[in-house]
């Protein structure tokens, strides 16, 4: 049996899908990256899986710069080259595509339905605009797509995670003070992913002197919607707000009139606490231009693997 194979990978997981006679990714399933020595076995494994022969195309989509035929996974121990696994796949020569994760998301938003996304906001989008994509999980993702005269588009390849975050209130210039003595430059990324949340929530119990307690990503924002513990419910809000304000900062520079999507690991698990926070309120709070902001749409992407989604509309455009 021969297949038309994508791939996602981030810092913690390896999402893999065949394509049906659709073109549409099926049988997805995910992996932890940490299980395997590298992204070869981790495919092998798929495809002994679904007793899968050969393959005949993929596109992997992975959460790194893909600048050259090596591959360094940003915030994951993975390195491989894109020659050496299209020849041990035994894929004829560019019939195997590496690109950027947030690329690939970004690829997906055309192909979205309206059960895919969850509005946040006022605002209606702008047709033949530019599209912006954020989304934080192991890492603080970043993309775009800029509309053509032919009625297609182009998905943006950047590391906009790591430009320097700008702080606004009395408690996030303690954080970053704290952050900026432990890191040489404190990204947006040190506080939008999960050890980011982890920054938050730890800076803030030194802050008020408060006993360490160490907690996942996912504890905190259980906590913190539950209300359990006070100080997760703050990182979580400070959280949301300057995700707001990165948001806006994004739509700005890309004049996204199309919209502002939320992707990755970390918000749509969130759910309707999310909806309600300030995110909205922070994203609009741009001075003289908060009405331009307030006329963007925002929304939350709920689609379970819509990397794939994107991955498998480059395979279908060729």
């Not at 006329?295 to 279908?316: D, F």
């Amino acid at each position: 049996m021969c297949e038309r194979l994508v791939g996602d990978i981030g810092g913690t997981n390896a999402r893999l899908a065949v394509l049906d006679k659709e073109g549409k990714p099926v049988d997805a399933v995910t992996y932890t990256c940490n299980d395997f020595p590298g992204p070869l076995e981790t495919i092998q494994t798929f495809m002994k899986e679904r007793e899968i022969d050969s393959i005949s195309d993929a596109v992997i989509a992975v959460a790194t710069p893909v600048t050259s035929d090596t591959v360094n996974l940003t915030n994951n121990h993975w390195c491989f080259s894109i020659a050496e696994m299209e020849h041990t796949l035994g894929l004829e020569t560019g019939r195997f595509q590496v690109i950027n994760d947030f690329k690939a998301l970004a690829l997906s938003v055309p192909h979205l339905k309206s059960g895919d996304v969850s509005k946040i906001g006022r605002g209606e989008p702008l047709a033949e605009r530019a599209i912006a994509v954020i989304g934080p999980g192991t890492g603080l993702g970043v993309s775009g797509l800029v509309p053509t005269p032919a009625g297609g588009w182009v998905a943006l390849q950047g590391e906009g995670g790591h430009v320097s975050i700008g702080v606004r209130t009395e408690r996030e210039i303690a954080i970053y003070e704290l952050l900026n003595d432990r890191f040489r430059h404190v990204s947006a990324e040190r506080f939008l992913s999960g050890d980011g949340l982890s920054n938050i929530a730890n800076a803030l119990r030194e802050i008020d002197k408060l006993e360490p307690r160490e907690m996942t990503p996912a504890q905190i924002s259980e906590k913190g919607i539950s209300g359990e513990d006070p100080v997760c419910l703050e990182a979580l809000n400070i959280f949301s707000e300057m995700l707001g304000s990165c948001a806006g900062n994004l739509a700005l520079t890309l004049g996204s009139e199309g919209g502002v999507y939320v992707g990755g690991g970390i918000v749509p698990r969130l759910g309707d606490w999310f909806a309600q926070s300030n995110f909205r309120d922070r994203f609009e709070a741009k001075g003289r231009m908060s009405g331009l902001l307030a006329s963007i749409p925002t929304y939350v992407i709920v689609a379970p693997y819509p990397a794939l989604i994107g991955a498998a509309s480059l395979l279908n455009d060729n």
